[in-house]
């Protein structure tokens, strides 16, 4: 059971938006900044989204991220057949003393 | 271009130890961290710990402590993750991953290959 808590799975066709939500507590997302990794089979992660809503050089807008009190979102616009993948949202966790990762959230572009 | 890259895929049984590198290329190594993940079949990813390559000071997962040993050797650009006393759950695929070390959040702006350990009697 992981402290961060994502849907297991979102689905939305070509071109429409969808987001991605990512539950936690005063002990990690609300006192601690988020990051957003994705990640194909096979593969390591890919750095999304990091300090709740910067995009590293190279991510498309499509891409952003949001923070709330102890929750954050993943949005993704305009989607494509090839954002079909798994999403983490990970935090640091001060009770824990750890960086944790949600339980991830499958994307399926129908 | 910035690299890191592993060692190969190991074959362990129960109650061995494993180490795996992490060879950095394309940056100063010691201006960063290195932090080791692990990600077992179907499950989200783990984190292990990390090292600062700077001054080689350390920070575990409580779920590995005592067991866990990540070291470095700046000379070489390589961090090393040693893991003892294996079980079967230790089965996993680890990966390391390069911090930035700014001041706001922690996050990983470039991961290694991955390295599989399978631990089989």
């Known amino acids: 059971q992981s402290v961060l808590t994502q849907p297991p799975s979102v689905s939305a066709a070509p071109g429409q938006k969808v987001t991605i939500s990512c539950s936690g507590s005063?002990?990690?997302?609300?006192?601690?900044?988020v990051t957003w990794y994705q990640q194909f089979p096979g593969t390591a992660p890919k750095l999304l989204i990091y300090?709740?809503?910067e995009r590293p050089s190279g991510i498309a807008d499509r891409f952003s991220g949001s923070k709330s009190d102890t929750s954050a979102t993943l949005g993704i616009t305009g989607l494509q057949n090839g954002d079909e993948a798994d999403y983490y949202c990970?935090?640091?966790?001060?009770?824990?003393?750890?960086?944790?990762f949600g339980g991830g959230t499958k994307l399926t572009v129908l | 271009q910035v690299q890191l890259v592993q060692s190969g895929a190991e074959v362990k049984k129960p109650g061995a130890s494993v180490k795996v590198s992490c060879k950095s290329s394309?940056?100063?190594?010691?201006?960063?961290?290195i932090h080791w993940v692990r990600q077992a079949p179907g499950q989200r990813p783990e984190w292990m710990g990390w090292?600062?390559?700077?001054?080689?000071?350390?920070k575990y997962s409580q779920e590995f402590q005592g067991r866990l040993t990540i070291t470095r050797d700046s000379f070489a650009s390589t961090a090393y993750m040693e893991v003892s006393s294996l079980r079967s759950e230790d089965t996993a695929v680890y990966i390391c991953?390069?911090?930035?070390?700014?001041?706001?959040?922690?996050?990983?702006?470039?991961w290694g290959q991955g390295t599989l350990v399978t631990v089989s009697s």
């Open positions: 394309g940056y100063t190594f010691t201006n960063y961290a």
């Open positions: 991953a390069r911090d930035p070390l700014e001041d706001a959040g922690i996050y990983f702006d470039y």
């Open positions: 005063t002990s990690n997302i609300g006192n601690n900044y």
């Open positions: 090292i600062n390559a700077a001054d080689g000071s350390t």
């Open positions: 300090d709740n809503n």
């Open positions: 990970v935090t640091w966790d001060s009770s824990l003393s750890a960086i944790v």
